[in-house]
Each structure stands twice: as structure tokens, then as C-alpha cells.
């Protein structure tokens, strides 16, 4: 009996799951083909919700094995430790794969960016576990601030930092007010005494946005109490205190840093070209460049937009795109189709600023857009949200519910 050609997807975030449920679709007819999935966690991350999910218990996961089920989709849980391009196997932790095609989809991970005692004394938020223990974290602080008798001690302990004004950030900072202002409402602490702060090192927050909506969202922040610090950066970081480049020392036992991402170093040390932040140099069909069977999607691809030349944007929307895209074309190169140049659609934005509150925008036809903000935009990102799992459900041929 002939081996099977696998093809091997690398990630099950927004672009590897998709991208693994469409290839299964499209293989269904051709059983000679496998599909192999390999990720570090049993389930699917809704990371879009990860600040909700860091100050309610909120459920932002999916298990894998509900989404693939009664698909042609092998999954191995584990982490992949080195690829081979010229042999064309991957390497995991307990074994190895063979494949004929590769999808690289791993994501990205946290950069401290080497800041004197960041990384010991402060809370990332970019996996669920993240959440999980900012989220604890946070409710026990709650409970022991009640119980402090001195103000200033109590105001230093209900002063939380943001370091970073980006999307991860407002919308932590925006979810972190609303729970901060029920938490002092249940505890008798004085609402005044709580202090939320975001720390930009650029000049306005969101940055990848125009300025006049950034100032829209700042407006609502500071309706709710957040303050923003724009042009400094984070220094230094004890468990006690934030050291600004403008040289102000923020007293803090609370520090969330949003403040950047840094690329795996595997596909460097596999010997793939990477480009700007490390991430994988591809043409315009998504293919790494001089292995024409390896794709890279989401983070992990510096696909460069034809139209701006600019690369573009490490952001859900465009990791859903890629991942249908190069499912369509890896079949599409088996079978003699004719594969897809990447055309990145900016669908819009939507800025989460609490639990009944969003900023946002839709594009429309001939170049026009349409603004939503208040509850409008907060059911407009609810139905974003919704639509993804729904595209899952779609794609696997079954529902599935968080």
C-alpha cells in the first residue's frame, strides 16, 4: 500500500485551523492525501477575547478535537523543534513527519524587548493561561485591598499599568475599568483610589489607526477613567514601581505589558528567509521564498500588501484570509489549478471598550466606510466574533459551541 502524502499544517491559531478545515474539505475526494495539524495546546484560542477572558471568566477556547472531528485532520499535540526544508520533515519534541506541502501558521510570542526586570516583574497577555492568571490575579487584589487600612498603600496596590496603547491594550484597559468600578462598588473601596494608566511610545494609541478615530477612543477611555501616557516607553520594571523614559517612576504592583511581539526563531534556524521582525520572506502566492511547497500565514508571513507595498498587519482578519488562500492554492498546485495572488481585504475594526461599549468601522463599497460606536459597535464586534465560529462550524460541517 502507497504511503500517504501529508500535508502539514504548523498552528492552530485563526489561519493554521482554518486553513487545515479547508484543506480537508477540498481533499475529501482524494484519500492518497493526509492532513496532519500539530499545536502546543489541545484547543483552538479566541484571541481576539483574551483581554475578556483576563478580567471575567470568560470561555475563549475550543477543543481541537471538537472542531476536527470526522475530518480527514490528524492532530498531534507537542512542539516542533526544527524543520527540514531540503528533506521536508518536521521535527517534534517525540518524533518526526514527513510532508509534501507545509503550512507554517505558529503564531508569535511575547518580546520583553530585554527591559530591566519586565519580564519577571510583569503579566503578558498573549495565551490563555495569560488570562487565566491576570484574571485570579486581579480578584485577589480586589479582596486584600479591602482589608488595607492605609490609602496610599491601597491606592499603589489598585494602580494597574498598561505598557503598550495598542489593541491588546485599550481593550484590556477599557474591560479592566468597567470590572474595577463593579469590584469597588462590591467592596466599598473608593472608586477614586483605583488607577488605570496605558503607556504609549507613540503619539496617539492604535496606532495602525488614523488619528481622528484613535482620538475617538481616547475620549471613551478617559470617560472611564483610563489615563494614557503617550511618547514614553517603559524602561524598567521592578515589583514595586514603572521607570518611564521621560524619567517619571510609577508606583505599581501591577504591570500587563501589550507592549510587542517577536517572531519564533524556527524558521530562521530551519534556514528560511525572514525578513523585518523575523518574520518569513513570501511571494505573492504565500510561498516561502525558494521552497515553493512551504507556506507561511498570519504572523509568522511578511506578506507585503501590492497595493501600499507596505507589509501587512499581524491581525486575525488577514491570518482567516491566508489560511483559505494557501489551502486554495496548495490544491490548486497538486492538481494543475491556477493559484491565487494574495490581495489583502480590510474588512474594518472593531475596538472593544467594555462589556456594552465599542468603537469601530465596516468598509463599504467604493471605497467608503461606515462608523458604529456605543452599543451599536459592541454588538457589531459581538457578531465578528460570532462569525468565526460560525466560519468554523461551516468549514468542519458541524456546530460548534464555545
Not at 173 to 185: F, K, P, S, W
Amino acid at each position: 500500500m502507497e504511503a500517504k502524502k501529508n500535508i502539514v499544517v504548523l498552528g492552530a491559531g485563526y489561519g493554521g485551523i482554518t486553513a487545515a478545515l479547508r484543506l480537508a474539505r477540498l481533499f475529501h475526494k482524494h484519500p492518497e492525501y493526509q492532513i496532519h495539524l500539530i499545536d502546543r495546546n489541545p484547543y483552538h484560542t479566541l484571541k481576539t477575547q483574551l483581554h475578556e477572558a483576563a478580567v471575567r471568566k470568560t470561555e475563549i477556547s475550543i477543543p481541537i478535537g471538537r472542531i476536527i472531528q470526522g475530518r480527514n485532520i490528524i492532530f498531534h499535540l507537542g512542539e516542533v523543534t526544527r524543520i527540514d526544508p531540503i528533506e521536508r520533515i518536521v521535527y517534534r519534541e517525540n518524533g518526526s513527519l514527513p510532508f509534501n506541502y507545509l503550512i507554517i501558521a505558529i503564531g508569535s510570542q511575547v518580546n520583553f524587548y530585554n527591559i530591566p526586570g519586565l519580564q519577571k516583574n510583569s503579566f503578558p497577555l498573549q495565551t490563555m493561561r495569560d488570562a487565566q492568571m491576570i484574571c485570579d490575579y486581579i480578584s485577589q487584589l480586589c479582596t486584600s485591598a479591602v482589608s488595607e487600612p492605609v490609602e496610599e498603600r491601597r491606592r499603589d496596590m489598585l494602580r494597574f499599568v498598561i505598557g503598550g496603547g495598542g489593541l491588546s491594550g485599550v481593550e484590556f484597559a477599557a474591560e479592566l475599568a468597567d470590572h474595577a468600578a463593579q469590584c469597588t462598588r462590591n467592596s466599598h473601596v473608593n472608586p477614586h483610589e483605583v488607577e488605570i494608566i496605558i503607556v504609549e511610545s507613540g503619539s496617539h494609541i492604535v496606532q495602525r489607526m488614523d488619528e481622528s478615530f484613535a482620538a475617538r477612543i481616547h475620549k471613551k477611555l478617559l470617560g472611564k477613567g483610563v489615563k494614557v501616557i503617550p511618547k514614553s516607553k517603559i524602561i524598567g520594571r521592578t515589583p514595586d514601581t514603572a521607570t518611564l523614559s521621560s524619567g517619571e517612576v510609577l508606583k505599581t504592583k501591577t504591570l500587563i505589558w501589550t507592549g510587542g511581539i517577536r517572531i519564533s526563531e524556527l524558521a530562521r534556524e530551519s534556514g528560511l528567509k525572514v525578513g523585518q521582525s523575523g518574520r518569513i520572506i513570501v511571494d505573492e502566492f504565500l510561498r516561502a521564498e525558494g521552497y515553493p511547497f512551504i507556506y507561511a500565514i498570519g504572523d509568522n508571513a511578511l506578506a507585503i500588501n501590492p497595493y501600499t507595498k507596505e507589509p501587512v498587519p499581524a491581525a486575525a482578519q488577514f491570518a482567516l484570509q491566508q489560511g483559505r488562500l494557501v489551502a486554495h492554492n496548495i490544491y490548486a498546485d497538486i492538481f494543475e489549478g491556477v493559484g491565487k495572488p494574495y490581495h489583502p481585504k480590510v474588512l474594518g475594526e472593531v475596538v472593544s471598550l467594555g462589556r456594552h461599549l465599542a468603537v469601530g468601522w465596516l468598509a463599504l463599497p467604493f471605497l467608503k466606510k461606515i462608523t458604529f460606536v456605543g452599543f451599536l459597535g459592541s454588538l457589531l464586534k459581538t457578531a465578528i466574533q460570532e462569525k468565526h465560529i460560525f466560519l468554523l462550524r461551516k468549514e468542519s460541517g458541524k456546530w460548534i459551541t464555545s
